[in-house]
């Protein structure tokens, strides 16, 4: 099974930035598809990011395109999201998520998941 830990998450301001790192403690997670969700205040959970196995393909939901960008380093098993320009729409636990599947957007095919992180924009 393995383990995924969020870490970098914060109060910012618009316009500011953060950084989100995912940390796992497997290295499977090398082969697996990683996604970043975000859940708001009564609100369901929504993708943000994915990014395949080799980092060479990256997809974003509409509403984060060109201000957030999805990394990873395999060797040190982590996905970084970079947030940028951020909104107070953006308010949310995010989370990471990790699947056997190829480059899936929806929740239910992911299989392990992070506890989560909170991200605050204060306007």
């Known amino acids: 099974q393995v383990q995924l830990v969020e870490s970098g998450g914060g109060l910012v301001q618009v316009g500011g930035s953060l950084r989100l790192s995912c940390a796992a403690s497997?290295?499977?997670?090398?082969?697996?598809?990683v996604g970043w969700f975000r859940q708001g205040p009564e609100k369901e959970r929504e993708f943000v990011a994915q990014?395949?196995?080799?980092?060479?393909?990256?997809y974003y939901a509409d509403s984060v395109m060109g201000r957030f960008g999805i990394s990873r380093d395999n060797a040190g098993s982590t996905v970084d999201l970079q947030m940028n320009s951020l909104k107070p729409e953006d308010t949310s636990v995010y989370y990471c998520?990790?699947?056997?599947?190829?480059?899936?957007?929806?929740?239910?095919?992911?299989?392990?998941w992070g506890q989560g992180t909170q991200v605050t924009v204060a306007s």
């Open positions: 998520a990790a699947s056997h599947r190829f480059l899936v957007s929806h929740s239910r095919d992911y299989n392990h």
């Open positions: 990014i395949s196995w080799s980092g060479s393909q990256k």
């Open positions: 497997d290295d499977t997670f090398k082969n697996l598809t």
